[in-house]
């Protein structure tokens, strides 16, 4: 069955940066974008941006434009997210994404199957 | 950005009730929306999209109606592994955006 495994928890300092993994099985690992969401403690999903795993391709939220970066490896599947100058706000959990959207028809990130997340707390 | 409004945040109800809950969008994205669930301490799961596919596996008693700006969730008959959050989320353009939730609780 499909399944994405992200890496396990982390505690990072202010300022810091933080890098979270995500091998995805079951599937052709080249035909469906990945994307990357944050969730705040009571919070809603945030989106963050994707990655095409196919040709590198990204496209980042304009909010963390500057301090993500997206990157993908065929062997493994696995796409990673690193986060830089990380601040306490930062503190959330961290997912991955399979997108099944059709784009041809105009959809965009529609995900039909998440990593378990990542905890990503950022403390001094 | 396109922003989603849920109504309401939070509800009560007693298993076997008709639930709705809505979700506003700040501009017309045609039936580019999506309904997910969310349970304490686990990833959303997809339930509906576009905006009354019923996500593979999803129960019969979910539905979703809408286009424009103005969709709904509906549970015809609220059972007791339904409670939970539920959030829409559009999928017209980058940047995504979720709307705030609507936390299902029992009565």
Known sequence: ?124 | DIQLTQSPSFLSAFVGDRVTITCRASQGINSHLAWYQQKPGKAPKLLIYAPSTLQSGVPSRFSGSGSGTEFTLTISSLQPEDFATYYCQHLNSYPLTFGGGTKVEIK
């Not at chain 1, 959990?93 to 965009?108: F, I, K, L």
Request: glycine residues 12%; aromatic residues 12%; hydrophobic residues 30%.
């Open chain 1, 1 to 124: 069955q499909v399944q994405m495994v992200q890496s396990g928890a982390a505690v990072k300092k202010p300022g810091a940066s933080v890098k979270v993994s995500c091998t995805a099985s079951g599937y052709t690992f080249t035909s469906y974008y990945i994307h990357w969401l944050r969730q705040a403690p009571g919070q809603g999903p945030e989106w963050m941006g994707m990655i095409d795993p196919r040709g590198g391709g990204t496209t980042y939220s304009q909010k963390f434009q500057g301090r993500v970066t997206m990157t993908g490896d065929t062997s493994p599947s696995t796409v990673y997210m690193e986060f830089s100058s990380l601040r306490s706000d930062d503190t959330a959990v961290y997912y991955c994404a399979r997108d099944v959207a059709d784009n041809e028809n105009g959809y965009y990130g529609l995900f039909d199957c998440w990593g378990q997340g990542t905890l990503v707390t950022v403390s001094s």
